[in-house]
């Protein structure tokens, strides 16, 4: 990867960051505009596969744990959240 990729690389997890911040303060129309602003599908699966390991990496960080394990967490709590009801559902 060329220095300019590895900078767009970059900006493009910031952009993905920018998504999930906007979801969350609720500025739904923010964030599908950001994900609008994606040149392409590739660009934006690379941004938040970047904006994925570097979250995952703080986790290890503060927690020490492994990567497998941690990545073992996160798909027990994956799996767990797919099989609860969305919420509002009649249970």
């Given at each position: 990867?060329?220095?300019?990729?590895?900078?767009?690389l970059?900006?493009?997890?910031?952009q993905?960051a920018?998504?999930?911040a906007?979801?969350?303060?609720?500025?739904?129309?923010?964030?599908?505009?950001?994900?609008?602003a994606?040149?392409?599908?590739?660009?934006?699966?690379?941004?938040?596969?970047?904006?994925?390991?570097?979250?995952?990496?703080?986790?290890?960080?503060?927690?020490?744990?492994s990567?497998?394990?941690?990545v073992?967490?996160?798909?027990l709590?994956?799996?767990?959240?797919?099989?609860?009801s969305p919420?509002?559902?009649?249970?």
């Open positions: 990867m060329t220095q300019p990729d590895a900078a767009r970059f900006d493009h997890a910031q993905a920018g998504v999930i906007a979801k969350h303060r609720g500025d739904l129309a923010g964030a599908e505009a950001l994900l609008a994606f040149p392409d599908d590739t660009a934006r699966v690379r941004g938040f596969c970047l904006l994925a390991e570097l979250a995952l990496a703080l986790v290890r960080t503060q927690t020490q744990q990567m497998d394990d941690l073992r967490e996160l798909s709590h994956m799996a767990a959240a797919s099989l609860e919420p509002g559902a009649a249970a």
